[in-house]
Every structure is written in C-alpha cells, then in structure tokens.
C-alpha cells in the first residue's frame, strides 16, 4: 500500500512570497490533515478535511494561509504572503473514520 | 482548554528501559496515541490506548489510567535506533478524527 505522498520535500522562499505545497492521502482514506510543526515541538493542526468538506480550521492564519481538496482525493496549502514564523515542517497526514493517523514525510520550509 | 505534558528530553542507556510519562487535561478523552518521530522524518504510529492498562508490543509498552489523566511509554531493551521524539497524543472527541499533540519528548540513547 503506498503512503502519503507530498512534494516538495524542501522549499527556500524570501517573506512576502508565496509558496504552495501538495499533499497526496493513501487510497481511500476520506480524512485528511495538514499540521505544521515547528522546530522542538509536536505537529499542530491547520486544517483538517473528511473527503472534500472542512470539518476544523480553526487554527489555520486564515490572512495568509489557504487549503483546498478538490475531489475529495489531493489536496493543497498555500502560504500567500510567506512570514519569518512560517518556517517549519508542513505534514501531511491522512486517515480512515477512527484509525491512527498515516503521516507524509513533510515539506520542510524556510522562510528568509 | 486543553493541555498536554511530557518530559522534553530524557537520556538512557542502550540495553536498559526507560519510561516515557505524558499527562493530559483535555476537554473531552476517547483515546491516547503514541508516535514516534526521528529527526527530519514524519511521526509513525506506535500505540493507541482507549481503555486502563498496559498495552504491550514487542519491546514497546503503553500505559493508560484515564482517571489520573496519564499515560506512559515503556521501551525495554533500548537500541540506538530508539534514539528519535516521542509524541503523546489525545483524541478529545470522538465524533471528528481530532488528535492533539504534546510537545514531544526527545530520548538519546547513550552505547
């Protein structure tokens, strides 16, 4: 079974920029999650889908920051304009109703 | 509100054991994950624990006493791969999938 899948792993931008990331779920899992996790600390959740509906995006810097999962299947953040305190590692996760989490190895972002 | 606590760093000898302690205040409980989290990787699911008890697997134990609101990780036999962050996480409801985070606590293993 293939995992989740993200691109890019890496990403360098200037503040003021924009940048976008991709998330790919595991087949059939109808859950989907971005976190951002900043250095020393655990994942903190952005924005969270079950198929293509918002269920919680309560911590998502609504000013800047932007989700969308078309389909219901892939899904996009994007950070519009990118600020210093973005930088962190942008997770990706997915899940079936009521099972672990399956995480993406992560975009790791640098904002200078 | 909801609060999650751990040790930030622990240091343990490879072929011992050693306890990984979490404790939480959250508004609702239905269950307590843990992960595990090597540097510059993505966390990977260890334990979910919905009811009292010890829950064990291979040489990793999880723990859970839902009325003291704690939980702890055993890892016997440590090897040097143990070396990574390990994450306490709460499920608060039951009716959206949500898990909170703790900050994780970052366990060196000395040889």
């Known amino acids: 079974e293939a995992g989740v899948a993200q691109s890019p792993r890496y990403k360098i931008i200037e503040k003021r920029q924009s940048v976008a990331f991709w998330c790919n779920p595991i087949?059939?899992?109808?859950?989907l999650y971005w976190y951002q996790q900043i250095l020393g600390q655990g994942p903190k959740l952005l924005i969270q889908?079950?198929?293509?509906?918002?269920?919680?995006d309560s911590q998502l810097p609504k000013d800047r920051f932007s989700a969308e999962r078309l389909k219901g299947v892939d899904s996009t953040l994007k950070i519009q304009p990118a600020k210093l305190e973005d930088s962190a590692v942008y997770l990706c996760?997915?899940?079936?109703?009521?099972?672990?989490?399956?995480f993406g190895p992560g975009t790791r972002l640098t904002v200078l | 509100g909801q609060n999650i606590d751990q040790p930030t760093e622990m240091t343990a000898t490879e072929g011992a054991i050693v306890q990984i302690n979490c404790t939480y205040q959250?508004?609702?409980?239905?269950?307590l994950f843990w992960y595990q989290q090597h540097a510059g990787e993505a966390p990977t699911f260890l334990s979910y624990?919905?009811?009292?008890g010890l829950e064990e697997k291979g040489r990793f134990s999880s723990f859970l006493s839902r009325s003291k609101g704690y939980s702890y990780l055993l890892l016997k036999e440590l090897q040097m791969k143990d070396s990574a962050s390990y994450l306490c996480?709460?499920?608060?409801?039951?009716?959206?999938?949500?898990?909170?985070f703790g900050k994780g606590t970052r366990l060196h293993i000395l040889p």
């Open positions: 087949s059939g899992h109808a859950t």
């Open positions: 889908f079950q198929n293509n509906g918002v269920v919680d």
């Open positions: 624990n919905v009811l009292d």
């Open positions: 996480a709460v499920r608060p409801w039951d009716r959206d999938d949500k898990i909170i």
């Open positions: 996760a997915s899940s079936l109703r009521g099972h672990e989490q399956f």
């Open positions: 959250t508004s609702g409980f239905n269950g």
